[in-house]
Structure formats: structure tokens, C-alpha cells
Nanobody, 120 residues
Framework: QVNLVESGGRVVQAGDSLTLTCDANGDTLRRYSIGWFRQAPGKDREFVAA??????VYEDSVKGRFTLSRDNDKNAVHLQMNNVIPEDTAIYYCAARLDSDDLGSGYGYWGQGTQITVSS
């Protein structure tokens, strides 16, 4: 069983860049598809981005601003966030699943989340 821990969340200003990291222990992340989700106050959790063995997909509002990548040496996945906007304010969660049938849902393993606040 894989255990996930997110880090990197902080308070930033609009236009800033930051990187979120999803670290894993208990198993190797190369076996999993990894997704990032976020939940803003008063809103449902929403899909942000995901990476499988063969593809990387992004939600439309983050395309061109966010980049998801694997760091196999560190058993981690990074979400590089550029040009953040206030609407990116949320708790960000990473999640893992062993297959890649639907990268937008169906994840069985979740981290505890990390908070990003973007001020205007």
C-alpha cells in the first residue's frame, strides 16, 4: 500500500510560481497513475492534472500554467505551478491508482492535502 504526503503549499501572490511535491512511501510511484485534485472553500473537489505511464492530462484552467512530472529517483511527483491566480486558492491533494482507465476519478490512495493561498 502506498502512502502519499503532499508538501509545498504556502501563501503566494498572483503571478508567482511554486512547486507542490507528492512524496510516497510503502511502494514505488512508478507503478501508479498520479492525480492532483483541489478543493476550494465551499466548493467540491475538482480534478487538476494527472500523469500515467503514457500520458499527462490537465484541466483546462491550468493548461499552459501547471506542469506535472515524475521524479523516479526520489519516488515523488511534482506539480509546477506558474503564473498562479487567486482562483487557484485551495487545498491540493495528490492521489494514486494502479491503472489508468480514467485519470479524472477512481483514485484509491490519497494524501492529506497542502494549502495554497493566492493573494491578488
Amino acid at each position: 500500500q502506498v502512502n502519499l504526503v503532499e508538501s509545498g503549499g504556502r501563501v503566494v501572490q498572483a503571478g508567482d510560481s511554486l512547486t507542490l511535491t507528492c512524496d510516497a512511501n510503502g511502494d514505488t510511484l512508478r507503478r501508479y497513475s498520479i492525480g492532483w485534485f483541489r478543493q476550494a472553500p465551499g466548493k467540491d473537489r475538482e480534478f487538476v492534472a494527472a500523469i500515467s505511464w503514457i500520458t499527462t492530462v490537465y484541466e483546462d484552467s491550468v493548461k499552459g500554467r501547471f506542469t506535472l512530472s515524475r521524479d523516479n529517483d526520489k519516488n515523488a511527483v511534482h506539480l509546477q505551478m506558474n503564473n498562479v491566480i487567486p482562483e487557484d486558492t485551495a487545498i491540493y491533494y495528490c492521489a494514486a491508482r494502479l491503472d489508468s482507465d480514467d485519470l479524472g476519478s477512481g483514485y484509491g490512495y490519497w494524501g492529506q492535502g497542502t494549502q495554497i493561498t493566492v493573494s491578488s
